[in-house]
């Protein structure tokens, strides 16, 4: 017992959830207020940051970044209206600051083999039939090719398509996030949808 | 209606936005057309693709901790961390926080600088440090130094207890059994070390007099080597 090793991962939830009282020994009311406000958002803006950078240490990197300059301002987040689109237009900013800053032109983890996790709900939406072991195969090769196609676009195309066509998010919510004019946001769609069929028809 | 026209209707179409009379004329025009209902197909799929397109789960535990490194990463929160540690602070030892996890039910007090656990004659409870390290850091040494008159079950008498440890990205748990054999207390102190830096963390052990004796209630945790 003394001599091997004792420490490992708490499971999550567990030790140090704010409001516990587990940090000691600062009573943590801003970082409680703070949590309260951003936690309903951030699911959809881990998503929006998986999205913009195409892959997960990407996405956790900007999504933190962003937590962390907004704690300073928490007392600011309870006066905004409407904090989801504001959020998001916050973290697609810097998205675009650092993407400029570190010449990213790269989507994701390009240069390497490609990891797509099939699960269940995505066969099931893929798969005409009962999927054997060659439909799903050739269901990652397809999802492995647009994945590729995506990275071949442009990011402002990129971008535009995912949030329409893969999130779901309306015309009007891509121009809150973007800040780009709706009738450009539409060309842009069309735009992307076309090329995207021209790179998976060649 | 020709194929230029479903050509700039396509997206259009899909989305089921047009008006009846042109979409019953290129769906007239799809019967007879292979092409465009070659093309069609096409749309459809990729909308199909697009829209399972999938995200990957975030890293475990890093949703629940991100406010928590939000506000650690916080200049002035910093310095009322390295405060409470305590000790002597040696730059880049990748912990960004050390707790005393709350024990089932009941709360700790948490004095004005330094956390404490009241215990009673005879307790015996399980106390958890938590550390929580930004990185993995291999070959930890942990020094736990217990205040007089308590051990640490399964220790017999001795008064401090080395370990090796690694430590994973997140939380990393040190459950501790102390046994309150006598006297009234003092400070545990627990010090990581990693190359030349260290961390220190302490915690006030009062023993509150009472002359029943009482078991602690939280079950011990179950070890395990971590991978």
Redesign the interface.
Known sequence: MASSDILRAAPSGEAVAPGNGAIAPVADGALSAFDQAVRPQLERLYRLAFRLTGQRADAEDLLQDVLTSLFERHAELTSIKDLAPWLGRVLYNRFVDSARRLRKQRWGDSGRERVVLLDDAMLDRLAADEPGPETRAAIQAEMSRLQSALDALGVEHRVVVLLHDAEGYSIEEIQAVTGVAAGTVKSRLHRARARLRELLAG | MGCNRLKDCL?TYVDGELPERERAGLDEHLRGCAACSE?LA??RR??????????????????????????A??SSRRR??MA?LGGALAAGLAIT?V????LGGE??E??????TVTMTLHETRTV?L???SAEEIRDAR?LVTLPPGVTLA??GARQS????????P??????LELVVNEGTGGDLVARLEHGDKHRTFRVRVAVAPDATPRRGSVPAIE????A
Do not use: K, Y
């Open positions: 997206d093309l096409r749309e990729l909308r199909q693709m697009l829209n399972a397109l999938p995200v990957s789960e975030p890293s475990p535990g890093f949703m629940q901790e991100i406010t928590m490194r939000a506000s990463q916080t009322q961390w409470a926080w707790a005393l996890a709350p709360r700790e948490a004095a004005s600088s330094v956390a958890r938590v550390f929580g942990l399964g220790h207890i080395r370990w090796r440890t690694s430590l994973r997140g939380n990393n748990v040190l459950p070890r395990s080597t971590p």
